[in-house]
């Protein structure tokens, strides 16, 4: 019933999303695309306690492969999904191969460590691979070869296709969502099995688990690279819908968002990294664009001037703002509700649960027994 809700609520966003003014093709890749990001991220912060600054670099590493996969071999979606992978998967074994050999704080340093290092290498060093701070781009001139192969020829820039079906718009957000259900699963059959039941153990107490005869390190590079693979898959889809890869994408900023989406919604759950990626891009896409004028016709049923200190208190919180009103959410979410909005809809839906309760026993009491 989870898988089929979620499955459900993600495939009518363009519906439920209208009002909210987040119906368009390119936001709704954006909610699908961090949502894969996040879920990933949540299967080794969430279930194994360890905090990663440096899933950034999945994410970049993903892009790249892919728009090279683009550019060497054909513009098919799926060798580039691929691509973007297995070269996630094998740098994040390598990282988390050396990373792991320390816990707690030094943990989260090594991996922004290796997540500064790979920004600063795509930025400079490596920019035979990565075009440095151009960023890699198709060209018209790119060999494809699997397409010329089949006699497949576009005039100027070619398009990204599934099998034909552009990638652009709504069929675009429809193959991201497609892929965000399908990881969606994946997270929830890890999260129910043995492995998971495994990695919580080690987030309540590692030494205790060692002491019962695990050993507790292949767990724990399992969950790295399974997590750094989900970073590939976004980061392949970020090239999927816009075949442009930049050592921005690297950078301890963007680690840091996807830490924000996870302990928003709610670390360990099922659902909140989603939520929380789909609350922050939308802060990000269509509160950020909000203005004093909009405000203005917001607040135009109130008395002119109720309408102006109105305006005068939320201006601030809009706009340019947009980032005090989030660190405010945040706050509120940390100190109020540390299992994020999870926690907040389990608390409201125990409450009405116990209301429905009393109001059935009190019932029970006035009918007199047959």
């Not at 599934?162 to 994946?186: E, T």
């Not at 695990?214 to 590939?232: D, H």
């Not at 909000?290 to 135009?300: D, P, R």
């Not at 305006?311 to 959410?329: Q, S």
């Amino acid at each position: 019933m989870l898988f089929l809700g979620f499955a459900a609520t993600v495939l009518t966003m363009p519906i439920w999303l209208q009002p909210l003014g987040a119906a368009y093709p390119d936001l709704l890749q954006k909610f699908a695309i961090f949502g894969i990001f996040a879920i990933g991220f949540n299967i080794l912060f969430g279930l194994t306690g360890y905090l990663s600054f440096g899933h950034a670099a999945f994410l970049g590493v993903g892009s790249y492969a892919a728009v090279w996969s683009f550019k060497l071999f054909t513009m098919n979606v799926l060798p580039a999904m691929l691509l973007g992978v297995l070269v996630a998967g094998l740098f994040a074994l390598l990282i988390g191969f050396i990373s792991l050999r320390r816990a707690g704080i030094y943990f989260s340093i090594l991996t922004l460590a290796f997540a500064q290092m790979s920004y600063n290498l795509a930025y400079s060093v490596l920019t035979p691979i990565t075009n440095g701070e151009t960023g890699l781009q198709l060209r018209g001139n790119d060999p494809r070869y699997i397409d010329r192969a089949f006699g497949v020829e576009s005039v100027g820039l070619p398009q990204t296709n599934l099998f034909g079906i552009d990638m652009s718009g709504y069929p675009g957000f429809y193959f991201c969502a497609a892929v965000l259900i399908v990881m969606f699963l994946i997270a929830m059959r890890i999260f129910r099995s043995p492995y998971g039941l495994k990695l919580r153990a080690i987030k309540s107490n590692q030494n205790r688990m060692a002491y019962t005869g695990f050993n507790t390190r292949p767990y724990l590079l399992g969950a790295f690279v399974i997590s750094g693979m989900y970073a590939g898959i976004a980061g392949a889809l970020l090239a999927v819908t816009d075949p442009l890869a930049g050592a921005e994408r690297m950078q301890w900023t963007a680690s840091g968002e996807v830490v924000l989406m996870t302990i928003l919604g709610g670390a360990g759950t099922l659902i909140g990294p989603f939520l929380g990626a789909t609350i922050i891009k939308y802060f990000e896409n269509i509160f950020s664009a909000l203005n004093e004028a909009e405000l203005a016709s917001a607040f135009s049923f109130l008395p002119p001037p109720l309408q102006e200190f109105a305006v005068t208190i939320v201006n601030p919180f809009v706009g340019e703002g947009w980032h005090l009103t989030l660190g405010v959410i945040f706050m509120v979410i940390v100190i109020f509700l540390p299992g994020g909005l999870v926690e907040g809809f389990r608390r409201i839906g125990r409450l009405f649960r116990g209301r429905s309760g009393k109001r059935t026993a009190s019932q029970a009491e006035v009918q007199p027994a047959e």
